[in-house]
C-alpha cells in the first residue's frame, strides 16, 4: 500500500474512532465542542501574540541597524 493510501486509512479510522467516542453516552458532545472551541481560540490569541512581538523583533532590529549606520557615519566625519 503506497503512503498517501496509509494516510487516506488512517485518517478515515481515526474519523471512525472519534465519531463512535462521540456516540458513547458519558461524554457530551457539547463539552467535546466547548473545549475545541476553547483550544482554538487559545491558540488563536498565542499566535496573535506571537505575531505582535515578531513584528516588535522586527521593527527593534530595523532601528538599531539605523542607528548604528547613522552611528558610524558620524565616526568618519
Known sequence: MTFQWTAVA???Y?????IL?????????LSVLR?????LTQLAKSMAS???L???VND?????KKY???NERLQEV
Open 54 to 56: 515578531e513584528t516588535q
Open 10 to 12: 488512517t485518517f478515515l
Open 21 to 29: 467516542v462521540l456516540c458513547l453516552p458519558f461524554i457530551s458532545p
Open 68 to 70: 548604528l549606520a547613522e
Open 14 to 18: 481515526g474519523e471512525v474512532v472519534v
Open 35 to 39: 473545549r475545541t472551541i476553547t483550544l
Open 50 to 52: 506571537h505575531a505582535a
Open 60 to 64: 527593534t532590529t530595523e532601528a538599531a
